[in-house]
Structure formats: C-alpha cells, structure tokens
C-alpha cells in the first residue's frame, strides 16, 4: 500500500487558457447569430450530463494511486452521445466540457446521427506499463458502465489512448453484459470489428480539407510549405497525406521539440525515428527548432495537431500561414482567431477541419451493429464525400451571412440541434 502523501497526490494543474469559455463564446455568437432563445443558450451552455469517478489503480509495484476520471454528455438530442477518451496530466473537467461540447456541434455539422460527449482521466501514460493502463481503463470504464453504450454513449481514442484502450472498454463492457457488444467503442482494432480506415481517417479528413482550402485561398499544392504540429494519431498521417499530394512538409514537432528542412522532411524517415526513440528530434536529415517556433514559420499552411490553446494572443501576430487547417480541438483561442482574421489568415475550425475521425466512427458503428464490413476504397470515398459536402455547406454559408468559418460551421451546427430540440419538444 502507498503512502498517505501517496494517495493524497492530485494530478498538476491544467496550463491551458480555458477552452469551455472559448466553446461558450462561440455557442453565444451563433445563438445570435441565429435570433435564437436566451434558454436555447442556456440550455446549449451546459452538459446532459457528467459523471466523475475516483479511479483507483493498483500500480505494478504494490502501492495503490488514485486518478479522477470524467466522462461528460454534452448533448443527445440527434442520436447516442459520441466522442474521444483523453489520457492527459492536464486533463480537467472544464476541458472535457468544452471538448464535449465541440463533439456535439462537429456530429451536426457532418450530419451523422449522433450528440457530443468527452471523457477524461487525468494522469500521464507514459509513466505507466501496459499493465496499469489497462487495469484503469478497465475500471475507467466499470465506473461509468451505467451511462455508456452503442446507443447511449460510444468512447473512441483521443490524445493518450489508442485502440488498444477502446479493446479494454469493449471488453470491459461485454463481460459485464455477459454477450460481446463490438458497437460501445469505436476506433477498435480491425480484428474485433474496427473499420477499415478509420485509424487514419481524422488524417485523410484534414488533407481533404487542407486541399480545398489551399484551393478556396488560391495557393498552388504543389510545393506549397507545410508545418504539423503534433506527431500523433492526428498529425502523423497528416504530414503524411500532405507530402503524398505534393505538398512540401518543412517542419514538424512533438512534445519534445521541432524539427525543420527547407527543401521538405522525408516524412516516413521521420516517423521511423519517432517510432524507434519516441520523437522527432533529431530525425535524419532534419535541423532542430524551437518547438514553439514552429507555428510562427514563413509556410503556406500550418496544421495544428497537438492540443488547445497552442495558437493564443501571445503568439498569433507572428503567424505567417496563409491558412490554418484544425487538426486539433479547439488550438485557436478566440483572441488568436480575431488576431488571425485581422491578418487575413484563412483558419479552417476543428469542428469541420478533424471531422473525419467522427464520420469513419459512424461508418464502424454502423458495420458493427450490422456485422457487415465495407472495403478500405468504399470507407475513404464516402469519407471524402462527406467531408467535401460539409466543406462546401460551411464556405457557402459564410458567403452569405459574412461570416468567417468557424462562425458559419458552428451557427449551421447549433441551428441543427436546436430544431431537434424543437421537434422533439421539452418533457414534461
Ligand atoms: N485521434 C483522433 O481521431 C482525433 C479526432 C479528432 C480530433 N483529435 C484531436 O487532435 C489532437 C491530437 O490528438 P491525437 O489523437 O493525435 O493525440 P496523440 O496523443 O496521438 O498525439 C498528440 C501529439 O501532440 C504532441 N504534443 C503535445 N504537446 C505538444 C506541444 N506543446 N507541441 C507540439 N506537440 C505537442 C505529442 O507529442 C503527440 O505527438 C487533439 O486535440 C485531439 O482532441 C483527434
């Protein structure tokens, strides 16, 4: 057994700016923007419903450590609460509202069936063995098991889990009911009912839009320069993408540092070494930079893929990009988006920009309840349409409101969920 201090150490104080004010800023103006109801806000403003759990975990040595864990429902009125499982130190229950929040207006906007939800723990994986991340998963997911469910709420990976964690939460889940519910978690891996596709697919749906953007701003693809931030889930395949369709990815960076090369990274060299030593830094043929020095580079378009806030006051007058493409949530503060729209930078919004992970999910959940699978080709074209569709939606609507992006996606979204709520009605 730990020591008291042991069982009494809390996890570090977020760092961030706050998110859930940003989402809340955002929600206001297009209740505004859409002459809807004061209570329509309130109503928006705030979560379904929340749970926290305490989360104790038996570590490999013996002693025990506690973690808190949330999961929030923001919204459920188009369909089963969704969204991504966050293993982070700096995890807290406002961020998980915000990106609860968020997860709801991106279903919308993509128009799959689907309401907002976002979970939570927080602690830092990389401290910890295989072993114990399952053994808090598994009780992650035994505490909220009562509000969890294909058609209830369905976890999907975020930053510090994987597939191996929507396995555990499967698993968990299906015990517990005494038969096998593959449809509880999306972003499973392929042999337990994952979709083919969907490990990249938040990737391909920010290449997707990355290009239709560079093409809305009149920016050639080809050779125009690149800078990811983030070499994650997210970022990785990215980078990836980019290079493949031409463009020339100049810089990419991790939690560690950034790496650079004007005449463009070889990016599968780079993500050799990350898989062998755990970042980018010094990968072959690369040149070491600052890590936030990367968001301020002379490129064309800049990809933000690591977490919120990464874009801020501070830091938003010496952004040079041309356009910014969201692969993360919620990486422009609403300081930073004005200081951006005043410099004439395009900013694609992650409700629109990182949909794609959302839309693949559906496509696994509905192959899973199913138990019918669709080829990789059949999963990337719909994807693709998809996101082309909700693209051209959210320019044209911004066209005609004079509105920028992240404005037009997130009014066409609330606007969505507000008429479900005025069809289905209020109970009692
Ligand atoms: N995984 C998905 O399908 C998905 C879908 C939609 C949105 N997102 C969002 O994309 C973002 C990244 O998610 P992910 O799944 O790739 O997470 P991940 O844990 O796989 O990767 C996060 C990456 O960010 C890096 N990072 C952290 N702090 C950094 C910093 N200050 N500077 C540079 N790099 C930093 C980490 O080193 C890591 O490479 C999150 O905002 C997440 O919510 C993820």
Redesign the pocket.
């Given at each position: 057994m730990s020591t008291d201090t042991n069982i009494l150490r809390t996890p570090p104080a977020p760092v961030r700016a706050a998110p859930l004010e940003d989402a809340r800023r955002q929600l206001a103006e297009a209740v505004s923007h859409l002459g809807l109801s004061e209570g329509t806000y309130r109503l928006l403003a705030h979560p379904r419903r929340e749970v926290t759990v305490s989360v104790p975990l038996r570590l490999d040595n013996g002693d025990v450590e506690l973690y808190i864990g949330h999961r929030v429902q923001h919204n459920f009125s188009r369909g089963p609460a969704k969204g991504?499982l966050?293993y982070a130190p700096t995890v807290d229950l406002d961020e998980v509202r915000a990106?609860a929040m968020w997860m709801t207006w991106k279903s919308a906007l993509l128009d799959v069936p689907y309401g907002g939800a976002k979970g939570g723990i927080a602690i830092q994986p990389r401290d910890h063995s295989r072993a114990e991340l399952e053994r808090l998963t598994r009780r992650y997911t035994s505490e909220i098991l009562p509000v969890i469910g294909p058609e209830r709420d369905i976890p999907?990976?975020?930053?510090?889990t994987d597939e191996s964690t929507m396995a555990w939460i499967m698993d968990t889940y299906s015990v517990n009911s005494g038969y096998t519910v593959p449809g509880v978690v999306t972003?499973k891996p392929l042999e337990l009912g994952g979709s083919l596709g969907r490990a990249s697919?938040?990737s391909r749906g920010v290449t997707h839009i990355a290009l239709a953007a560079l093409q809305h701003a009149g920016i050639a693809r080809r050779g125009a320069r690149v800078a990811v931030?983030?070499?994650?889930?997210?970022?990785r395949d990215a980078a990836r993408f980019l290079a493949e369709a031409g463009l020339r990815v100049i810089a990419v960076?991790?939690?560690?540092g950034a790496v650079h090369h004007d005449g463009g990274l070889d990016i599968a060299a780079v993500v050799r070494h990350l898989d062998v030593t755990g970042s980018v830094v010094g990968a072959p043929g690369s040149d070491e930079l600052e890590?936030e020095a990367l968001l301020e580079l002379d490129v064309e378009l800049l990809v933000p893929?690591?977490?919120?806030g990464?874009i801020h006051e501070g830091n938003a007058h010496r952004v040079q990009a041309r356009v910014v493409v969201e692969?993360?949530?919620?990486?422009t503060t609403t300081a930073a988006d004005q200081v951006l729209a005043d410099h004439g930078v395009l900013v694609v919004p992650?409700i629109l920009a990182?949909a794609g992970?959302v839309i693949v999910s559906y496509f696994e959940w509905v192959q899973s309840n199913q138990t019918y699978w669709w080829s990789a080709d059949e999963v990337e074209s719909r994807l693709e349409a998809r996101m082309l569709s909700a693209w051209e939606q959210v320019v044209r609507f911004a066209a005609d409101r004079r509105l920028s992006l992240r404005a037009a996606a997130t009014a066409l979204a609330v606007g969505r969920v507000a008429e479900a709520h005025r069809l289905r009605g209020l109970y009692p």
């Open positions: 991504g966050r990106l999907a990976p975020d930053v510090g972003g697919a938040t931030q983030g070499m994650g889930k997210v970022g960076s991790d939690q560690y890590r893929a690591a977490l919120e990464a692969g993360a949530n919620g990486p992650d990182n992970g």
